[in-house]
């Protein structure tokens, strides 16, 4: 028997791509994989901490191209509109984050470490290092910091609008990073 996630997200029918060139997202890529893989959209240019290193200043076409090409399953998930700091000066602060850490490494860092500064600086979403991504998302869904959440590739997952993330431990997660950093350093 299968277990249904609690921790869900509700996704718009409507997906707009023109959206996602204005304010603060917050991109789930391959969604319903464990882990899935998370990065910041800033105005449209995406930045994230890979098993590779840092990915800075993808503009928002490309990242939608791979995602259509690859049939990626994506949640762009609009954080609240920060009433006091500019879009360029929080585009700056998540690198300046993302550029902490050289790459995804068990242990030391995952995709979500520069995200939770990030939130921490912005948001005044306290960092808990333990903490996975499914359970932040409730943290922000119970602050009321998500206005809105498009979907790309993952209609087969809704169930009545609602997408299950999914869940997981963190002695998983170290260890799908630890066979993911192994298998990209043996190619």
């Not at 998370?38 to 993808?58: A, F, P, Q, R």
């Not at 762009?76 to 998540?94: D, N, T």
């Not at 921490?120 to 932040?136: G, H, P, R, T, V």
């Amino acid at each position: 028997m299968i277990v249904q996630s609690p921790y869900t997200l509700t996704v718009s029918e409507i997906f707009s791509e023109e959206e996602l060139y204005k304010e603060t997202w917050l991109i789930i890529l391959n969604a319903s994989r464990t882990p899935p893989h998370v990065g910041l959209m800033i105005d449209g240019n995406y930045n994230s901490l890979t098993i590779k290193g840092h990915e800075l200043n993808i503009h928002n076409s490309v990242l939608l191209k791979t995602i259509q090409q690859k049939k990626i399953e994506s949640l762009f998930i609009r954080l609240k509109h920060h009433p006091v700091f500019s879009s360029e000066f929080q585009k700056e602060i998540c690198q300046h984050y993302i550029k902490q850490f050289n790459q995804v490494k068990a242990n030391e860092a995952s995709c979500l470490s520069p995200i939770k500064l990030f939130l921490q600086e912005f948001y005044a979403i306290s960092e808990n290092k333990d903490e996975l991504l499914f359970e932040l998302i409730e943290r922000l869904k119970q602050n009321q910091y998500i206005s809105q959440t498009f979907g790309l590739n993952v209609d087969q997952k809704l169930e009545q609008h609602e997408f299950s993330l999914p869940m997981y431990s963190n002695e998983e997660l170290q260890q799908i990073i630890k066979t993911e950093r192994a298998n990209y350093y043996k190619e």
